[in-house]
Structure formats: structure tokens, C-alpha cells
């Protein structure tokens, strides 16, 4: 495929300014913190183990993040004590991730760093929970079940908000599976619109029993490991986690890597089927580009969706090859992590930012005989090498798309 | 301060069947007249999907329709901003009710509606809609949070885009927990540059939280106030009166949100 033919107009004038990624921070089922992550991805360690999950008796494999049960919520913010804050809470602590915060405030003041959150399901184990206590005379919920600080998909948003003693604008963003993807794009405006000097951008989502038997009753869940881009993949495994990354200016901070641009569409076609030919992530990687500015062989490695159900991992390979041929290598981080829903667009991103900044990709992991009808050039081992830009995709139910680049400082 | 051009305006609630009769009523050239909450058919969208959709979905469609057939804009070319605090809880309620019961048996498509962001996408199946959708959420503030999140697409992107906020009172034991009884659904057509018909140019900025709030209006019943959308209700009093307002709406903790409206014509 000629690139150059392919997008024509493609300057770099129509650049979008860039932020830097100056803190990431990483709670996920590889462990805690970004070095953990790193270390598993690079040690083939895959986060997934047989479900064990609460009282959910399926058949499948999850992503679980260890110790949750052991580290409630406590003092001013006791109220918001449920597992996706619990998990909010161990990611906040990873990485010295307050303390870059802290500085932040310090520089910016705290009304002018915004918070942006995605998440699919909040705290909504907590009302799966309270309805199991519903009073049996009257059907009241539990008195001790708070709906605001647990339930409400504003709650996470609040609570890292409230816990980084942070006062300015902002907002959960709640897309189903690209809901942390996208706050990127979001917290890219508020700068731009001047809303806000820097950003707390992340997305937390955690085990629930709606989204085991949700995916279950869609009969997307695999009985093994999933397996991204095999010719017998068969659905997902679901994950847990919670990432984080503060957003600056490269005039005010220095980083590792940038956040180069986002591409955002709509398949516009079904509520939980991708488009057949990925219409609509044809339209967000395109988006993606000409925001950075860049051609498709200016990206050296696409961190796929993959989420390993028939019908994703198919229209994403389509599209993929429409734009980049089978030029770039591509792999799915989720045999390591499971799809952690609402959280991973940060979680991939944040990967997303490790390779770059390592010059290192990972191979598709669980993938053992690769689709045969696949096109586009899905790596299974690891390559050590430099990474200029980093292309990350997120879809989600609804046909929501979201594509994001990360790319070197170095320049 | 961050500014857009409101082109046109949808709006749904007991006693409130479209804009016109919403101004007409903020105007106090009529009175307000109680009704039962309308049952809005969703008629943009396919048969099938109209069977599937939630009440929630109806009632975000209906206004989002109000907003761009009234705008003069093509459904599949606008950006859309979707800002609810609860989205549907009815489909919250069965889900949980058949978790806690032996049989947990979740149907594919209630689960598929339990998605924030359902409204969004029923929409741009409507539409067939390629344009970027958001789904936000502020609890109390969602409309709020929506309009910050639609004006720095505005800005930011130079596109039109369409932020429908909507609230519908959910279904016992949730509503003793998040207690509000009116249902409401409201959408603005925003737009980077006035067109024939704007309504009104609105500049947002976020403020300490120093005064009381814009008072809710008068006009309309105070229950209105309670449903989380009720709060685009002193914006849109301001725009439909006239002139030029300084309307401060409630925000997250220790803000604002003050929005300057001035007419448009």
C-alpha cells in the first residue's frame, strides 16, 4: 500500500499541541505498579487465573487484582468505601503518583487540574450486593448502602477528586469499554477550551457479577485464557484495574512521552456487535492520524482492542489493513490482563507508554495458531526496538471508537 | 471564558412537550400547565430497536430529534454529548433484582442497555451517525459536566455538537435512595459561529463557588429542581426571557458553573 497516496494532504501544521504523560500510575492483575506491569509483559506472566470471583460460578478465566477485600476506603472518605473505589484507591498509591499530583497543585493550583475518569460499571457491586439484603417486609435496600458514593458512575471521578484534594473541573466518563480511552480526548479539550493546566486522567473498573453474567448471557465469555487473534479464540476473559496519568504541557513538564492525538467515531450500527468490516474504527484510527499529523508507517506498533471474541478481533484486523497493510506490527495486551472493561483504554495506554518509553514491543500472548483469514501483521513474540509513535484502540458497546498515539520526546 | 452559539432547543417533562411551550411558559405568557409525563415513541429509530430500547433512550432520542430538526441539522452530522447521572433504572433494577435471585439470568439485551452510554448509541444507530458521542456523568451536576464537556468540543474541534441531559426518576427500592419524581430531557444544538436562528452566544467558565445559584424558575413546578437535568432549567429560563443573564449553575464541590447568555437575532 502506497501511504503517501493514502493521505495525501496529511502537513504536520495540523498538529495537535502535545501533552506530556509525566506520572502514569498501574493497578492491575500483572501487580502493582507500571514496573510490575513491565516486568510481567516482558516475562510472559499472564494476570489470568480460573474465576474465583464473589459467588459468580462460571466457567471462565478473570483478571483479578489481589488484596482488594483486605483495603477498605477509610477516615474523610470512608463513605466511598466499595471495590471499584478500593481499587481506585491502590492505583492512586502506585507509582508516586500523589506526590506528582501535589506538585501539579502546587504549580498549577488545585482548581486548575481537572479530573477525568472512565468507567463502564462504577461501584455497582455494591448494589448487587444490597439488593441480595433488601428488607424482606419491605423491599427497602440496606440502611448503610450509600447510592452516591458507590453506585453513581460520578462516584469514582469524585473520589480520586476528593482524595487528591483536587477542586477543579470534572467528570466520568462512561463509553462502556472505551470510556478510559477517550478521557484522554476529553482532558485534551478542557486544556484547549482552557478550562483547566493539567489533567488527572485514568479509568477504574472492577469485578461485578453484572458484567460476568452480562458477557456470559452474550456468550462471549471463553472457558480459557483468551486468546487474541487465534483461529480458535472464543471470547474474553475479564480483567480489573485502575490506571492513572497526570497530563501537562510540555512548556511547564518534561516526560518520557507524549500524547500525540485521539481519533473518535461511532460505528453506527449495532448496541454490541462491531460494524462487520470496522467501518467505524477505520474512521477513529483515520482521525487518530491526521490529528497527530502523522502517515501510517510514521506508527511502529499498534496495541490492539483484541479482545479475542470472533467478531471484534476480525473487523479490527480489517480495518487495520485498509489503513496500515501488514507493515506495522500489532499485538493485544489482554491475554496478559483480561478486558478490563471501562479500564482499559488506560491500562493499554499506559502499556502503550511503557514501550515507547522502553523501545520494546510485546507479542500477542495466549495466541497459538494465528487466524488464518487475518491480514494485517499481528506479531506473537516480543521485538526489542526504537518507538517513534504508538498507536493504542479502544471500542466499546454502543459502537463507541477511540484511538489514541503515544509517541517519544526524543525527537 | 469558553463560548458557542445555541442554535435550538429540545425539551421533554409532565407538562412540557416541546421548547415552545417551554418558553412560552419561562416567558410567563402561559401558565404552567400540570400533565402526565409524555411516553416520547423514539420514532427515529428502527422497528426493532424501538422494541429493545429503554424509556430512558425514548426520551434522550425524542428531545435530540426536538434540537436538530429545530436547528436545521442532519442528525448523522453532529458530535454528540449524552450527560445523565443515572442513565436507566429500570434495566439497573432487574439486573440487580436477577443477581440477587438463584437463577442470575441476565437477558443479552438488558445487558447491552445498562451501558451509560446506551442512549448514545441507539442514537447513532438512528441517525447512522459516524460522529464522535461522549457519555458523562456529574451525579447532581451531570448537566453541568455535560455542558463543559460540549463547549470544549465546540472549541477544541470547531464542530457543531449536540448535548441532550436527561433524568428519569427510578423505580423502588432505588428511589428511596436517589429520590427525584420528575422526569426530564433536555438537548442544545451548539455551534462554533451563529447561524440564522441562533438563540442565544453562552460564554462558561468555571467559578469558586462564591454566590447562591440562579434561582430555579419560578414558573415551573420546584419538584423539576430535584431531577438532576432540572438544573438546565435556570439556563434555559434566561434564554428564553431574553437579553443578557449571568446564570450560575450548580457545579461539583467548591464551583460554579457561570454561564453568560446573551440573545442572539
Known amino acids: 500500500m502506497n501511504n503517501s497516496l493514502y493521505f495525501p494532504a496529511l502537513t504536520r501544521l495540523a498538529c495537535l499541541n502535545p501533552l506530556v504523560l509525566t506520572r502514569c500510575a498501574a493497578a492491575n492483575p500483572l501487580g502493582l505498579g507500571c514496573e510490575a506491569t513491565l516486568t510481567a509483559l516482558r516475562e510472559c506472566r499472564s494476570g489470568l487465573r480460573p474465576n474465583d470471583f464473589e459467588t459468580a460460578r462460571l466457567d471462565t478465566w478473570i483478571g483479578r487484582v489481589d488484596g482488594l477485600e483486605a483495603e477498605p476506603v477509610t477516615g474523610r472518605l470512608a463513605e466511598f468505601d466499595c471495590r471499584n473505589n478500593r481499587l481506585a484507591q491502590l492505583g492512586l498509591r502506585q507509582d508516586g503518583f500523589e506526590e506528582a499530583v501535589a506538585g501539579a497543585r502546587e504549580r498549577y493550583g488545585a482548581h486548575r487540574v481537572a479530573v477525568l475518569i472512565g468507567t463502564s460499571t462504577s461501584g455497582i457491586h455494591e448494589t448487587e450486593l444490597a439488593y441480595r439484603r433488601r428488607d424482606p417486609a419491605t423491599g427497602a435496600l440496606p440502611p448503610g448502602y450509600c447510592y452516591r458514593r458507590s453506585q453513581n458512575v460520578y462516584s469514582v471521578a469524585e473520589f480520586v477528586r476528593c482524595y487528591l484534594r483536587l477542586s477543579g473541573p470534572a467528570t466520568s466518563i462512561s463509553t462502556a469499554c472505551s470510556s478510559s480511552a477517550k478521557v484522554f480526548a476529553s482532558a485534551h479539550r478542557l486544556l484547549e477550551a482552557g478550562f483547566a493546566d493539567a489533567a488527572v486522567v485514568g479509568g477504574v473498573d472492577s469485578l461485578c457479577l453484572t458484567t460476568l453474567y452480562g458477557f456470559g448471557s452474550l456468550e462471549l465469555l471463553s472457558r480459557q485464557p483468551c486468546r487474541p487473534c487465534d483461529a480458535q479464540r472464543d471470547g474474553i476473559s475479564i480483567g480489573e484495574a485502575a490506571g492513572f496519568v497526570l497530563l501537562e504541557r510540555p512548556e511547564r513538564a518534561t516526560g518520557a512521552v507524549l500524547f500525540l492525538g485521539y481519533g473518535e467515531s461511532s460505528d453506527g450500527y449495532h448496541m454490541s456487535a462491531p460494524h462487520p468490516e470496522g467501518a467505524g474504527v477505520h474512521h477513529a484510527m483515520s482521525e487518530v492520524l491526521r490529528r497527530a499529523g502523522l502517515a501510517p508507517r510514521e506508527i511502529d506498533y499498534i496495541n490492539l482492542h483484541g479482545t479475542a471474541t470472533p467478531a471484534n478481533d476480525r473487523a479490527e484486523d480489517a480495518a487495520i489493513h485498509r489503513i496500515f497493510g501488514d507493515a506495522t506490527p500489532c499485538s493485544s495486551t489482554k491475554g496478559w490482563t483480561g478486558h478490563t472493561l471501562g479500564a482499559a483504554g488506560i491500562t493499554e495506554a499506559i502499556i502503550s507508554a511503557l514501550c515507547v518509553a522502553h523501545a520494546w514491543l510485546p507479542g500477542s500472548l495466549n495466541t497459538r495458531t494465528l487466524d488464518p483469514s487475518f491480514k494485517s501483521r499481528i506479531v506473537l513474540a516480543a521485538e526489542e526496538r526504537p518507538l517513534r509513535h504508538v498507536l493504542s484502540n479502544s471500542f466499546g458497546f454502543g459502537g463507541n471508537n477511540c484511538s489514541l498515539v503515544f509517541g517519544t520526546a526524543a525527537r | ?265
Request: glycine share 8%.
Open chain 2, 1 to 265: 471564558m469558553t463560548q458557542a452559539y445555541l442554535g435550538s432547543v429540545g425539551v421533554i417533562g409532565p407538562g412540557i412537550p416541546d421548547w415552545h411551550t417551554a418558553r412560552a411558559v419561562l416567558r410567563g405568557e402561559c401558565e404552567y400547565k400540570a400533565g402526565p409525563a409524555p411516553e416520547p415513541d423514539a420514532a427515529v429509530l428502527p422497528a426493532n430497536e424501538r422494541r429493545r430500547a429503554a424509556a430512558t433512550v425514548r426520551w434522550a432520542l425524542a428531545v435530540a430529534q426536538q434540537a436538530t430538526s429545530a436547528g436545521g441539522c442532519r442528525p448523522d452530522d453532529v458530535a454528540t454529548v449524552f450527560a445523565s447521572s443515572g442513565s436507566d433504572g429500570e434495566t439497573l433494577h432487574r439486573i440487580c433484582e436477577a443477581l440477587a435471585g438463584a437463577e442470575r439470568e441476565i437477558s443479552p439485551t438488558r445487558f447491552h442497555n445498562s451501558v451509560h452510554n446506551a442512549a448514545a448509541g441507539y442514537w447513532t444507530i438512528a441517525a447512522g451517525s459516524r460522529k464522535p458521542s461522549v457519555s458523562v456523568c456529574g451525579y447532581d451536576a451531570s448537566f453541568a459536566v455535560g455542558l463543559v464537556e460540549a463547549v470544549s468540543q465546540v472549541h477544541a474541534e470547531g464542530v457543531p455538537v449536540l448535548l441532550v441531559a436527561y433524568d428519569l426518576p427510578y423505580p423502588q427500592p432505588l428511589y428511596a435512595v436517589r429520590p427525584f419524581e420528575y422526569p426530564l430531557a433536555v438537548a442544545l444544538l451548539l455551534a462554533p459561529e451563529p447561524v440564522p436562528g441562533t438563540l442565544a452566544r453562552l460564554r462558561v467558565e468555571v467559578a469558586p463557588e462564591a454566590s447562591a445559584c440562579t434561582p430555579f424558575p419560578a414558573a415551573l413546578p420546584a419538584a423539576f429542581a430535584d431531577t438532576p437535568a432540572g438544573r438546565s432549567l435556570a439556563l434555559l429560563a434566561s434564554v428564553a426571557r431574553g437579553g443578557r443573564e449571568s446564570v450560575r449553575l450548580g457545579y461539583l464541590d467548591g464551583c460554579q458553573l457561570v454561564v453568560d447568555a446573551v440573545t442572539w437575532s
